[in-house]
T-cell receptor
Framework: GENVEQHPSTLSVQEGDSAVIKCTYSDSASNYFPWYKQELGKGPQLIIDIRSNVGEKKDQRIAVTLNKTAKHFSLHITETQPEDSAVYFCAASGSGGYQKVTFGIGTKLQVIP | IAGITQAPTSQILAAGRRMTLRCTQDMRHNAMYWYRQDLGLGLRLIHYSNTAGTTGKGEVPDGYSVSRANTDDFPLTLASAVPSQTSVYFC?????????????FGPGTRLTVL
């Protein structure tokens, strides 16, 4: 089955700096890679996703890159703000019929004002 | 109701007791999921349902059962709770039956089994 590794488990950055979270996956058939943000006391919420037919996707201060050859993908947050503080999860899944979504263990991001 | 709701918000339960966690969505999504979240282990899939009337086992199904009698509801039952089932439980739904699409999560149920 799919295995998703995520690092770092915790990350502290100064407000305004960039944050990068990296994930690797094991199943070369995986082709959908979402990122979820979980604020304290809430359920995870999708912030960006990428499919295997593209290498990079941006949405304002957030970007995700995908390297299919190396089987890794990364989340980049620029100009971090205190409200970016949360736990971030990467995930991977395939397509066709039901494909289980496998989540990473999460990264706790702290943005220091 | 807007989105996906879960009940109760939290519960303390004696070991051996039966417990049902409720989940309801009003988005008419086909697929629904139950996850448990444990520190250091991320989100692990317990059971899923691609559409009303069907269910499937996820990564950690032992000790749990689900039913999907209609589109909106997807209850999770612990037949005889054990302390290792202490966790935060999240219900989620998605429009597509496959896994490759956005999942919408409920606010979670914090369950403590003593």
């Amino acid at each position: 089955g799919e295995n998703v590794e995520q690092h770092p488990s915790t990350l502290s950055v100064q407000e305004g700096d960039s944050a990068v979270i990296k994930c690797t996956y094991s199943d070369s058939a995986s082709n959908y890679f979402p990122w979820y943000k979980q604020e304290l006391g809430k359920g995870p919420q999708l912030i960006i996703d990428i499919r295997s037919n593209v290498g990079e996707k941006k949405d304002q201060r957030i970007a995700v890159t995908l390297n299919k050859t190396a089987k890794h993908f990364s989340l980049h947050i620029t100009e971090t703000q205190p409200e970016d503080s949360a736990v971030y999860f990467c995930a991977a899944s395939g397509s066709g019929g039901y494909q289980k979504v496998t989540f990473g263990i999460g990264t706790k991001l702290q943005v220091i004002p | 109701i807007a989105g996906i709701t879960q009940a109760p918000t939290s519960q303390i339960l004696a070991a051996g007791r039966r417990m049902t966690l409720r989940c309801t969505q009003d988005m008419r999504h086909n697929a629904m999921y139950w996850y448990r979240q444990d520190l250091g282990l991320g989100l692990r899939l317990i059971h899923y349902s691609n559409t009303a009337g069907t269910t499937g086992k996820g990564e950690v199904p032992d000790g749990y059962s689900v039913s999907r009698a209609n589109t909106d509801d997807f209850p999770l039952t612990l037949a005889s709770a054990v302390p290792s089932q202490t966790s935060v439980y999240f219900c989620a739904s998605s429009p597509a039956s496959g896994g490759a699409g956005e999942q919408f999560f409920g606010p979670g149920t914090r369950l403590t089994v003593l």
